[in-house]
């Protein structure tokens, strides 16, 4: 059973950054990709950005493009979002899964089985 934790998330200022970090346990990831979603009460989640666990294309979503980037540190289990030029509208809380999507449904949450509890972003002067 993978499991995931994501961490990082706080208070930044327009203009600023977060880094947030994915950990995972419990399992092998041949062949899966991380994926980062958010979500704001009331709406639903959004893609924000995914990649291959071993490597390979990133994607984003055209909202974070340019100022977002989704690493994988080394051999370690950790995926990051390194979050620049941070906005108010991307305040949310953010969360990391794991699953087995195709390169067309990287965007989609329901290609991902394993999520972690999320991690409060908020973007305000």
């Known amino acids: 059973q993978v499991q995931l934790m994501e961490s990082g998330g706080g208070l930044a200022q327009p203009g600023g950054s977060l880094r947030l970090s994915c950990t995972a346990s419990?399992?092998?990831?041949?062949?899966?990709?991380v994926g980062w979603f958010r979500q704001v009460p009331g709406k639903e989640r959004e893609f924000v950005s995914a990649?291959?666990?071993?490597?390979?294309?990133?994607y984003y979503a055209d909202s974070v493009k340019g100022r977002f980037s989704i690493v994988k540190a080394g051999s370690n289990s950790a995926v990051y979002l390194q979050m620049n030029n941070l906005k108010p509208e991307d305040t949310a809380v953010y969360y990391c899964?794991?699953?087995?999507?195709?390169?067309?449904?990287?965007?989609?949450?329901?290609?991902?089985?394993?999520w972690g509890q999320g991690t409060q972003v908020t973007v305000s002067a």
């Open positions: 419990g399992g092998t990831y041949s062949g899966y990709s």
């Open positions: 990649r291959r666990w071993h490597g390979g294309n990133t």
């Open positions: 899964a794991v699953g087995r999507p195709i390169a067309s449904t990287m965007s989609t949450s329901s290609a991902y089985y394993y």
